[in-house]
């Protein structure tokens, strides 16, 4: 009999691809709070994460082997405008999730970020203490602390930004964009002031399984490709893996909505995560982002030609 897998939060772009990769593995059920979702062979049902009785009540009813806490709020500057929503989606939501997921012996699992670190130019490790310059990496390292600190039963999953596209997304994330401005010609502006890893959500998704399947518990892993680049030399590369012209890239220096320079006193950050224990337990190596974004082009082309 298949394990069952809740994901709280399927609607949500790291949450609908986790649910389509999953379904083939587990039964998967899904939630949503405003926007209703349907991805064949997963059946979800509305639900209000502030709601801490609906939620202890939902997970009850339909006791999971596993929940994965995919809500949140991820965008840097809506953070950053809206502190007090983004660390109720981000850390109060985790708590009640957590705790109801405890207290029916599943098995709790907290999607957090790179963004936890303070943006110096080293590579973190799982052990270096979080110290975020940003209100998103307050939230989600607030719930990290919550969750090694409380639940019996978890696992952390700390990763680099993710990419892909969407379940019937209604905003394009980063990669869409990119995919949008490749076709129709359109000038696009890429930061060159952030260093982070970029990962392909689907290879989060196999790692994520893998996990599961070895049963561990009460552990860190940090999830990235194995380098690091900038958004305006990803989406350099991405043009050459996708043979698109890349004369539209804008180099951009944006404001980074950090609340304070990084320790260089300057305004360049660095969010690089050490994968070195994640390879050795699951014993794999880490693609670089040009072996990642390869491994999309195929699938896409293979999507397109089905």
Same mark, same amino acid.
């Given at each position: 009999?298949?394990k ?6 399927a ?14 593995h587990?039964?998967?059920v899904g939630t !949503?709070?405003k ?7 997963v059946?979800c049902y509305p639900c209000d ?7 202890s ?15 949140? &709020?991820?965008s840097?500057t809506?953070?950053k ?9 981000n ?20 999607i957090?970020?790179?963004f936890? &670190?303070?943006g110096?130019n080293?590579? !973190?490790?799982e052990?270096?203490?979080?110290f ?13 602390y ?7 039963? !978890?696992?952390v999953?700390r990763?680099?930004p993710?990419y ?7 905003h394009?994330?980063?990669f869409e964009? #990119?995919q949008?401005?490749?076709i129709?010609?359109?000038s ?15 290879v ?5 399984k893998?996990l599961?399947d070895?049963?561990?518990t009460?552990?860190l892993?940090?999830?990235s490709s194995?380098?690091f &680049?900038t958004?305006?030399?990803f989406?350099?590369? &991405? ?15 944006s404001?980074?909505?950090a609340?304070a320079l ?5 305004n360049?950050y660095s !969010? ?9 337990? #699951? ?6 982002i040009?072996?990642?974004?390869a491994?999309?082009?195929k699938?896409l ?6």
């Amino acid at each position: 009999m298949k394990k069952t897998v809740l994901i709280v939060g399927a609607s949500s772009f790291v949450g609908s691809n986790l649910a389509l990769y999953l379904k083939d593995h587990f039964r998967v059920v899904g939630t !949503y709070h405003k926007t209703p979702v349907e991805i064949p062979g997963v059946t979800c049902y509305p639900c209000d994460v502030f709601k801490k009785d609906y939620v202890s009540s939902l997970i009850g009813v339909l006791k999971p082997d596993y929940t994965i806490y995919a809500v949140g &709020m991820s965008s840097l500057t809506e953070c950053k405008l809206n502190p007090k929503q983004a660390d109720a989606l981000n850390a109060v939501g985790t708590v009640n999730v957590c705790s109801a997921s405890e207290r029916y012996g599943a098995k709790f699992i907290l999607i957090s970020s790179c963004f936890v &670190m303070g943006g110096e130019n080293i590579l !973190y490790k799982e052990s270096d203490t979080p110290f975020p310059n940003t209100v998103f990496g307050t939230t989600l390292s607030s719930s990290e602390y919550y969750v090694q600190r409380s639940c019996l039963n !978890y696992l952390v999953l700390r990763c680099s930004p993710l990419y892909g596209r969407s379940y019937g997304p209604k905003h394009p994330n980063w990669f869409e964009v #990119l995919q949008t401005g490749f076709i129709k010609g359109q000038s696009i502006a890429a930061d060159d002031n952030v260093v982070t890893g970029f990962l392909d959500v689907l290879v989060l998704a196999r790692i994520l399984k893998s996990l599961l399947d070895s049963g561990v518990t009460n552990r860190l892993f940090q999830i990235s490709s194995s380098d690091f &680049m900038t958004r305006f030399e990803f989406a350099k590369l &991405m043009a050459k893996i996708f043979r698109k012209d890349d004369n539209f890239i804008q180099k951009s220096n944006s404001a980074f909505p950090a609340d304070a320079l990084s320790s260089t006193g300057s305004n360049q950050y660095s !969010y690089k995560l050490d994968t070195q224990n994640t390879e050795d337990f #699951l014993g794999l190596k880490m693609p670089t982002i040009e072996d990642s974004l390869a491994l999309t082009q195929k699938r896409l082309l293979k999507e397109n030609l089905t």
